[in-house]
């Protein structure tokens, strides 16, 4: 009997985790369409109010799902991509509310979502400005693209935003090969629309890429 109720007891815990874990994905889902419904189709203080909106939906999985990489991941996606439309200093806040949700993401699963936190992070590092104004760091920057790539090598993401990266830095064949990749990525389900405007982004810095290697030339 006692076995019975151990049985029974286990599959009861299941059962809630499975539950659980649809609830969390699909408020994942939710906010991946809202995000590149503002992010790409929004402008100026439409945008601003909506990722206003929008950090507060991802600010409510995070409470749900405080334990869950993913809430956290999305949470700092969100606020970040806000910081890059606000621009300037003000938007430096933001950013380090975003570097806290990425901490918080590999430190509870660095390879949650194909390794985005450390994808999100890095691209962070290269953006924002260094010390003494913020804490932007080309070298942290790299190695974390380096640590997302050994998780996902041929994403889009990863790919698209080290391709960037290597820009700046003028490694530009380097950069050409990240983008190849890019190009080649495989579709993500349920992100049709940021994938679609993904390789837009991809093919604009591919031409720049090729117009400085042929100057090399």
Known sequence: MKSTFIALGASVVLFFCA????ALADDIALL??????VNYELKDDAQEKAFKALIKDSQKV???????????????????SYAGAKGGLGALGLAKQAKVEFE???????????????TS????????PGWPIGFG?????????EQSLAINPYGLDINYFYAQF???EREYSTALLHLQRAQAAPKRPGRENADLY????????????????????
């Open 32 to 37: 991946q369409q809202s995000w590149a419904k």
């Open 198 to 217: 993904r390789q837009a982004e991809v093919t604009e810095l591919l031409a720049l890429v090729e117009k400085k290697l042929k100057r090399k030339k």
């Open 104 to 118: 918080q993401a590999i430190a509870i699963d660095r390879e949650a979502l194909s390794g985005s936190a450390l």
């Open 19 to 22: 539950k659980s874990h649809a």
């Open 137 to 145: 760091d080309d070298s942290k920057a790299r190695e974390l693209f």
């Open 62 to 80: 995070v409470t749900s799902y405080p334990d869950d990489a993913e809430s956290h991941i999305w949470h700092g996606i969100i606020q970040s």
């Open 166 to 168: 290597l820009y700046d």
């Open 121 to 128: 992070l890095g691209t962070l590092y290269s953006q924002v």
